[in-house]
């Protein structure tokens, strides 16, 4: 158990059917938030890391092989073109991968390689238009910063059944590993769903609390308010920050687990998810922001002033208007100063500020004990990132 509190390795897969990347984006960012590695298993999204490598644009080689490796996404949609571009690259690849190459002019390695670079960013640009240039630039970033691993297919995305049979197989390795947490789109999860049900994968009892938890983690963490508006940045400045309440509130989902009785391939497993937030995290984080609101340091100095007898026999009924109408000026200006503040007559004292600021401070300690803190302040920090 104190493995998958320490150390939470999340498998995300999506199997997009259009060329976006919004989702694998929304999921990258949950497992930003709750886990501690990520592996991306993403037809698009490999795709267009491939083909924007910028080692693919060293040399006339590797651009040729670029090439290559776009040709066959044309094939569908210009077949002819495709058999005639073919032809010439053939042609092309009989002279750069000869010893007569070193012989051609530098002037004309020079157009060569030129026209090689023009078809490079062609392509990158076509990609990031139909992605998107936040998610790419996003997404690039991670994997630069290896923040996000991203699986490496050894099959063409062109050849379809070999590619979705390793994408499967991926699948399959992922909810049978007790070492990763899968966190699948809907379309993987039916593929898994079908597996399941055709007795060609069976799941042991770990397989399906890993399965159950990456998804329940999931659904909570996109739900927080404005989520998906947040930038990965913001969502990996959030993480740093509630290092410390991510620790109880995934043992608080641990527990959450063992309500949840479907599968994250199962049609009721959204219906419980939804349940189990109404029933136990609702109200929790509710709970968790009257405390903070009722332990707000000036609110509690001002009322342990207003209910002290003996200083309102003093003041009398002209310092509570006083008070009512903006003493908290006051009150931050005796705390500045840490002088005695002086109210109609009446004396009230910097102990009385420091024993407010004492019950605050226990009050926060408690606060941010509790096993939905991460959650709710997670909530706070996305609000207040987006206004």
Not at 224 to 237: K, N, R, V
Request: net charge neutral.
């Amino acid at each position: 158990m104190l493995k998958l509190l320490n150390s939470m390795d999340f498998t995300v897969a999506v199997a997009s059917n259009s060329m976006t990347i919004e989702q694998d984006m929304t999921f990258i960012k949950a497992a930003l938030l709750y886990s501690d590695t990520i592996t991306l298993v993403s037809p698009v999204a490999s795709t267009y890391i491939e083909l924007t490598d910028n080692a693919n644009k060293k040399n006339e080689k590797a651009l040729y092989n670029l090439m290559q490796k776009v040709i066959p996404f044309c094939q569908k949609a210009d077949p002819i073109f495709c058999e005639n571009i073919n032809q010439t690259l053939d042609q092309f690849s009989s002279i750069l991968y000869s010893k007569q190459y070193r012989s051609i002019p530098l002037p004309l390695k020079y157009n060569i390689k030129k026209a090689l670079l023009e078809f490079s960013t062609g392509i990158e640009s076509v990609l990031i238009q139909n992605l998107g240039e936040e998610n790419c630039n996003s997404l690039k970033k991670l994997v630069e910063s290896k923040k996000v691993r991203l699986y490496d297919f050894k099959s063409s995305f062109a050849n379809d059944d070999d590619y979705v049979y390793e994408f499967y197989n991926i699948l399959k390795k992922s909810v049978s590993n007790s070492s990763t947490f899968p966190l699948f789109d809907d379309l993987s999860n039916n593929l898994i769903k079908s597996a399941i049900e055709e007795k060609i994968i069976t799941l042991n009892k770990s397989s399906e609390f890993e399965a159950k938890h990456a998804k329940l983690a999931g659904n909570l963490l996109i739900a927080l308010p404005s989520f998906e508006f947040a930038t990965t940045d913001e969502i990996l400045d959030i993480r740093k920050e509630l290092e410390k309440p991510l620790v109880r509130f995934r043992s608080k989902l641990l527990a959450y687990d063992a309500e949840i009785q479907s599968m994250p391939w199962d049609e009721e497993f959204q219906f419980e998810c939804i349940k189990l937030y109404q029933q136990e995290v609702a109200p929790a984080v509710l709970e968790i922001d009257e405390l903070t609101k009722e332990s707000s340091f000036i609110k509690n100095l001002g009322y342990s002033f207003l209910t002290d007898k003996s200083a309102l026999e003093k003041t009398g009924k002209i310092f509570i208007t006083v008070a009512m109408a903006g003493i908290i000026s006051a009150f931050t200006d005796v705390l500045s100063r840490g002088q005695t503040l002086a109210a109609a007559g009446g004396a009230y004292t910097i102990s009385k500020v420091a024993t407010a600021y004492k019950e605050y401070e226990k009050n926060q300690h408690d606060i941010m004990k509790k096993d939905m803190y991460f959650y709710y302040r997670a909530g706070k920090l996305l609000e207040k990132r987006t206004k």
